[in-house]
């Protein structure tokens, strides 16, 4: 498998089929339809437990599904794949975790710069130097040789944000980006997630931040025992939503 960069620029849609995912005799995804196109920004929302994690980890094949398929581009996701492969197909795929998951015996921009070096071949002075243009995008150029032990959450989860886009991604996934974060870091990941949304990055986010949802995502999917009750633009979902899980979801975060 191939990502020319020609290709990367094209992606047109993530396509989700029947997608089912059980834990032994639990199902935490049952008979998931949903399509992502290109540029769009989708928000998954809604309460704990409900399989919103699960789903966008499958996106990306950190979890592995039972039934159904998940395509990128028309190319199935959860097909048999060598190990290269796999690590090609998810370099198109940029996750941003909810704890950072930085090495922290190796400085921001090491961070930063050691998958495109281990997955791409790039030569090392290249990765260096995008690492560093991609820091100063998030708003840490001054902290490329300082190790993640010695920065806050939010610059943390920003570095994190930094090295998905390493690869150059046509897709981001955040999976709870801000939810390990103090209340004023919050704010400045937020920032950064903005920024991409507003360059026309294809983004699916799972979040509580539901302010950020309103304003940034061009769709909303709510979630709830595993199953995908509710697609909307955001003006609807938060205006008028249809399903009465919903509503008491939305009546619960008010009050």
Not at 50 to 78: A, F, P, V, Y
Not at 220 to 225: K, P, R, S
Request: net charge neutral; hydrophobic share 45%.
């Amino acid at each position: 498998m191939s990502t020319p960069a020609a290709e990367i620029q094209q992606v047109q849609t993530i396509r989700l089929s029947d997608v089912c995912k059980s834990y032994g005799d639990y199902a935490v995804l049952k008979n998931i339809e949903a399509e992502v196109a290109r540029g769009e920004v989708v928000v998954i929302c809604g309460p704990s437990g409900s399989g919103k994690s699960t789903l966008i980890r499958t996106i990306n094949r950190l979890e592995e599904i039972n039934s159904g398929s998940i395509t990128l581009d028309g190319q199935n996701i959860h097909a048999a794949m060598r190990t290269r492969e796999l690590n090609l197909l998810r370099s198109r795929i940029g996750f941003v975790f909810q704890n950072f998951n930085l090495f922290p015996h190796l400085s921001v921009v090491e961070n930063v710069s050691m998958s495109p070096i281990r997955v791409k071949g790039v030569a090392a002075d290249v990765a260096h130097d995008k690492a560093l243009k991609l820091l100063d995008r998030v708003g840490l150029a001054d902290k490329a040789r300082a190790y993640p032990g010695q920065l806050s959450g939010g610059q943390q989860q920003r570095v994190a944000i930094a090295r998905a886009l390493a690869m150059e991604p046509p897709v981001m996934l955040f999976d709870e980006p801000t939810s390990a974060l103090d209340p004023e870091m919050v704010g400045e990941v937020l920032a950064v997630m903005k920024s991409l949304a507003s360059e026309g990055m294809t983004m699916i986010c799972v979040t509580h931040e539901m302010g950020f949802a309103r304003d940034v995502a061009d769709r909303i999917w709510f979630i709830d025992a595993g199953q995908i009750l509710e697609t909307a633009p955001p003006e609807e979902f938060f205006k008028s939503p249809r399903h009465p899980r919903a509503q008491r979801f939305l009546a619960d975060l008010r009050h």
